[in-house]
């Protein structure tokens, strides 16, 4: 089971899971928990944003990096991620005919807009003002077409520098010491199996760090045996109900095999509230 640091210890983490799973909370929770540890922490979102900034509590992000606690934190907006691409990685200007054609072909060639997106993740985490970035990654289905992308580019792509930065972006993604995926799953048949499918997918590109459980239900503390002695009504039924629960999610955590597991917080929590409480589990052994 790896530890907090093991999970820290290299420079980007890309946390992904089917939506609904929870990933922006764990995502916001590894964020918080490198923050703490003194570590210069920067969250990127590569969707809308919302759910990482509720969890950070900040009312929104943007583009460049503001600071929300020990922890921070941005948008990846496709535009202002191309701008990035063209003036400093592709070396052309972003105004004039030739970046309006890259523009365009951004949208027509598969495989470029996502190795923009994922090229401006993997960039920032080479910077030296970041120790780490932890991506807020879309769902397992979407993302592996971004951490593939800088493949396909290469096999697309004769030369030149596209092709060049899609070989360094395809070399650090596939390093082991220098990117991670941490995946993020509820104990429930679609989730699991789409995280398993998604860990083998990967098995031989980028290295998955961590898998976690998430929302797991606590242990009932009786099993089928202890409820016969309950007389018939809503009692039974809840006792009934909440054994079936526990018992299917011991069959999806056997299957999952996960490397950490996510009590189901109960209660009344903000999404803020939820991602501390997280990065609180991180310490634990």
């Known amino acids: 089971m790896p530890s907090l640091g093991a999970v820290l210890e290299r420079r980007l983490c890309v946390v992904t899971g089917k939506g609904g799973t929870g990933k922006s909370a764990v995502a916001a929770s590894l964020a918080i928990a490198a923050g703490?540890?003194?570590?210069?922490?920067?969250?990127?979102?590569?969707?809308?944003?919302?759910?990482?900034a509720r969890h950070l509590g900040a009312p929104r992000l943007g583009p460049s990096p503001e600071a929300f606690g020990d922890v921070h934190a941005a948008v990846v907006e496709p535009a202002s991620a191309l701008d990035e691409y063209l003036r400093h990685r592709i070396r052309i200007p972003h105004l004039g005919a030739v970046a309006r054609i890259f523009a365009a072909v951004v949208d027509t060639v598969p495989g470029i807009r996502d190795?923009?997106?994922?090229?401006?993740?993997v960039h920032d985490s080479t910077l030296p003002a970041w120790d780490l970035v932890v991506a807020d990654a879309p769902p397992t289905g979407q993302v592996q077409s971004y951490l593939g992308a800088p493949e396909t580019i290469a096999g697309l792509v004769p030369g030149g520098a596209v092709r060049d930065q899609a070989a360094w972006l395809r070399s650090l993604l596939q390093d082991p010491e220098h990117t991670g995926v941490v995946v993020v799953a509820t104990p429930e048949e679609l989730p699991v199996t789409e995280a398993m499918a998604f860990r083998?997918?990967?098995?031989?590109?980028?290295?998955?760090?961590?898998?976690?459980?998430?929302?797991v239900l606590p242990e009932v503390g009786f099993d089928a045996a202890a409820i016969a002695g309950i007389a018939p009504g809503p009692a039974l039924e809840a006792a009934r109900f909440q054994l079936a629960l526990t018992e299917a999610q011991h069959r999806h955590l056997a299957e999952l095999r996960p490397d950490r597991v996510v009590s189901l917080l109960f209660g009344m929590h903000t999404p803020d509230e939820t991602a501390s409480r997280i990065a609180d589990l991180w310490e634990l052994p």
């Open 36 to 52: 703490r540890r003194g570590m210069r922490v920067l969250a990127l979102a590569m969707g809308d944003g919302d759910g990482l």
């Open 115 to 121: 190795t923009v997106m994922i090229g401006k993740v």
């Open 200 to 215: 083998d997918h990967m098995a031989d590109t980028t290295a998955v760090a961590a898998v976690i459980a998430n929302k």
